[in-house]
């Protein structure tokens, strides 16, 4: 049960669209399309920006989208704005009721 | 209000026992999964265990396998982590989280409660 991998950084600056990996295996993110991710600001819980790897709950922006290919998913968030700087995580179901995260990206806005 | 409210952190020697507690309200508890998630200072987020909504699935993580115990009493509302033979790494700060229907993602979580091992 390894965590899956994310880059430690992305930035973009104001505007701009940035993409987040994250990948797994096929016991993981290959295996089903239950990717979801969360953004966490500083000393504050994560929430959900997107489920089943392209879904987003309401209330989160259009600018926040997903993608999946083979064991690779992917955040891409468009139009960057300063309030988006924030850590993210992607989270995937690993079978059998269990889950994996990945170790975090720190998004930085320019 | 959809509200998660984890307690029971504390500081405590390694090798001891310690029980968390998380109370739901705004929402129907029994309905739904229930997770507990970790995340040691500075580090980032490492699932830790799982529980179907009536507790017939359960799922931990690997470094917490055959110490932690998780339950729940949907008469109270409420979810638990029984967590024996601390060690130094098991220090972080520990958020309940609902599942969010069946799409296997967190869309509640509570702030946290801290737990420290050290002696």
């Known amino acids: 049960q390894s965590a899956l991998t994310q880059p430690p950084s992305a930035s973009g600056s104001p505007g701009q669209s940035v993409t987040i990996s994250c990948t797994g295996t096929?016991?993981?993110?290959?295996?089903?399309?239950?990717v979801s991710w969360y953004q966490q600001q500083p000393g504050k819980a994560p929430k959900l920006m997107i489920y089943e790897f392209n879904k987003r709950p309401s209330g989160v922006p259009d600018r926040f989208s997903g993608s999946k290919s083979g064991n690779t998913a992917s955040l891409t968030v468009s139009g960057l704005q300063a309030e988006d700087e924030a850590d993210y995580y992607c989270s995937s179901y690993a079978g059998s009721n269990k889950r994996v995260f990945g170790g975090g990206t720190k998004l930085s806005v320019l | 209000e959809v509200q998660l409210v984890e307690s029971g952190g504390d500081l405590v020697q390694p090798g001891r026992s310690l029980r968390l507690s998380c109370a739901a309200s705004?929402?129907?508890?029994?309905?739904?999964?229930m997770h507990w998630v970790r995340q040691a200072p500075g580090k980032g987020l490492e699932w830790v265990s799982g529980?179907?909504?009536?507790?017939?699935?359960?799922a931990y993580g690997d470094s917490v396998k055959g110490r932690f115990t998780i339950s729940r009493d949907n008469a109270k509302n409420s979810l638990y982590l029984q967590m024996n033979s601390l060690r130094s790494e098991d220090t972080a700060l520990y958020y309940c989280a609902k599942d969010f229907g069946s799409s296997r993602a967190f869309d509640i979580w509570g702030q946290g409660t801290m737990v420290t091992v050290s002696s």
């Open positions: 096929s016991s993981d993110v290959g295996g089903y399309n239950y």
């Open positions: 705004g929402f129907t508890f029994d309905n739904y999964g």
């Open positions: 529980i179907s909504w009536n507790g017939g699935s359960i």
